[in-house]
């Protein structure tokens, strides 16, 4: 069986899907952990193989025996990865989750999805939606911890998954507040109600917005830090259909997991030009000029995301009539899982 090293991410998106598929693959696994000498930017920047990006003590948990495996993410951690694979004599394969900055080559495997644009290549996997932790296993736990707490709430249930801002897209007060007066109206046509919950990017005033806007019963839940009671997955389990921001890939393939129908809300411009009033932020304008004029490895295009979920009817907009339940096929993570198997097939 397959040792693995996984080099773990250092942000929370990317961590949770490199430990997602560590688990699926069920192999005996080593975290190494590692603290990064920020200033030394050249061995990412210039796609190295070296130790150099990363604190002497970092660099010293990284010796032989190599493993079978490494896997990982994150620009910081490619020329580490690179480095193992070369000391081990090559011994050791290398795949990468998420964006790659490197040449192509320079990885085993790639397990990516559409807003970052990949070429399709023999070493590239292009899944729809990002790998995560939600089973059908864990679906039935958080559903038997939850349901007694929303039970007093009429069905059918709707959850609204709030993300916050990302790259052009901004989720200020009208978005949020436009947000909860769509859902309120989805939520009354229904005779249902509400299971809201923000996250970890929704800003105060956003979250503020949202509240005050919904007029129908609902279970609302204000995102804290490190949260045992955190009903996030409880939602997930217990929702009859599920209204997710349009800013978070993470929470759309997280919502799509469940089976249920999965609608899609437009922070503002996701679709192209609207007269819809958007929340103004500057940051937003310049990653818009980023996307247009600049290298698009540069940045990601969510958009196409969105497109190809409505392609294959596994979610619609907010306004437009929802969908069936989707029977689950072959999933993005068995992808994944099968194209790192397929690295040892021939061992």
């Known amino acids: 069986m397959p040792v693995i090293w996984l080099i773990d991410a250092y942000r929370a998106g990317e961590q949770s899907q490199v430990r997602a598929l560590v688990d699926a693959l069920g192999w005996p ?12 930017v050249l061995p ?19 010796e032989a025996p190599w493993p079978d495996l490494v896997i990982s993410s994150g620009v910081r951690n490619e020329p580490v990865c690179r480095w193992i694979r070369a000391h081990s004599g090559g011994h050791t394969r290398y795949v990468h989750v998420g964006r790659p900055w490197g040449t192509l080559d320079s990885f085993d495997l790639v397990i990516t999805t ?4 990949v070429p399709r290549r023999a070493n590239v ?10 089973t059908p296993e864990r679906l039935a736990s958080a559903r038997e911890q939850w349901q007694g707490a929303f039970a007093h709430l009429p069905r059918p249930h709707i959850a609204v998954i709030a993300g916050g801002d990302s790259g052009p897209f901004t989720l200020g007060p009208l978005a949020a507040s436009r947000l909860a007066r769509q859902a309120s109206t989805l939520a009354r046509q229904n005779g ?8 970890s990017r929704t800003s105060a005033d956003a979250v503020d917005a949202l509240q005050a806007g ?6 609302f839940y204000r995102w804290q830090p490190n949260d045992q009671a955190n009903p996030y997955f409880g939602m997930l389990a217990v929702a009859d259909r599920l209204v997710v921001t349009g800013d978070s890939i993470a929470m759309l393939s997280e919502a799509c997991a469940t089976g249920r129908p999965v609608q899609i809300f437009d922070l503002g411009g996701m679709r192209g030009p609207s007269d819809v009033p958007v929340d103004s932020r ?5 990653y818009g000029a980023l996307m247009r004029w600049f290298w698009q490895p540069l940045s ?5 995301v969105h497109q190809q979920l409505r392609a294959s009817s596994r979610a619609t907009w907010l306004e437009e009539e929802s969908g069936a339940s989707v029977v689950p096929g072959e999933s993005d993570m068995q992808r994944a899982v099968a194209a790192v198997q397929n690295l040892f097939s021939q061992d």
Request: hydrophobic content about 40%; some cysteine; glycine content about 4%.
């Open 192 to 199: 249902g109600s509400l299971l809201v919950s923000t996250s």
């Open 214 to 219: 919904i007029d129908v019963p609902n279970f």
């Open 44 to 62: 990412h920047v210039l796609g190295q193989s070296s130790l150099r990006g990363i604190t002497v003590e970092s660099a010293a948990m990284l």
């Open 114 to 117: 559409p807003q970052y644009r």
């Open 125 to 134: 996997l292009n899944n729809m939606l990002t790998l995560h932790s939600v």
């Open 300 to 304: 990601r295009d969510i958009t196409l």
């Open 29 to 40: 696994c080593e975290i190494k952990r590692l603290h990064y000498r920020k200033h030394v």
């Open 282 to 286: 500057l940051q937003a304008s310049l």
